[in-house]
């Protein structure tokens, strides 16, 4: 089922704020930003596409999870005694 317009343009407002790190007071700026995103996909696409609006902020890129995977694994911390057990060994 097709999402309606205002529902569409509201994620997708949503989905702005998330990207720019949650801002206060920008609400009417991303509200604008999303209708004008919502105008010109009915535009280029026809009122009968289905248009996503999730954030792409929610997505992961492949080469960051590439780096992540080969870099070598960190060396294990020195295992810190309790000062029970130090006062133990004496």
Do not use: C, F
């Given at each position: 089922?097709?999402?309606?317009?205002?529902?569409?343009?509201?994620?997708?407002?949503?989905?702005?704020?998330?990207?720019?790190?949650?801002?206060?007071?920008?609400?009417?700026?991303?509200?604008?930003?999303?209708?004008?995103?919502?105008?010109?996909?009915?535009?280029?696409?026809?009122?009968?596409?289905?248009?996503?609006?999730?954030?792409?902020?929610?997505?992961?890129?492949?080469?960051?999870?590439?780096?992540?995977?080969?870099?070598?694994?960190?060396?294990?911390?020195?295992?810190?005694?309790?000062?029970?057990?130090?006062v133990a060994k004496v």
């Amino acid at each position: 089922m097709l999402e309606s317009r205002d529902e569409w343009i509201k994620k997708r407002a949503y989905a702005i704020w998330e990207e720019e790190g949650y801002p206060s007071g920008r609400d009417t700026m991303h509200w604008e930003q999303a209708s004008n995103e919502r105008i010109a996909l009915e535009k280029s696409d026809g009122k009968d596409v289905k248009i996503s609006a999730k954030s792409k902020a929610k997505r992961k890129p492949a080469v960051a999870v590439v780096a992540v995977a080969s870099e070598p694994a960190p060396k294990p911390a020195a295992k810190l005694t309790s000062k029970k057990a130090a006062v133990a060994k004496v």
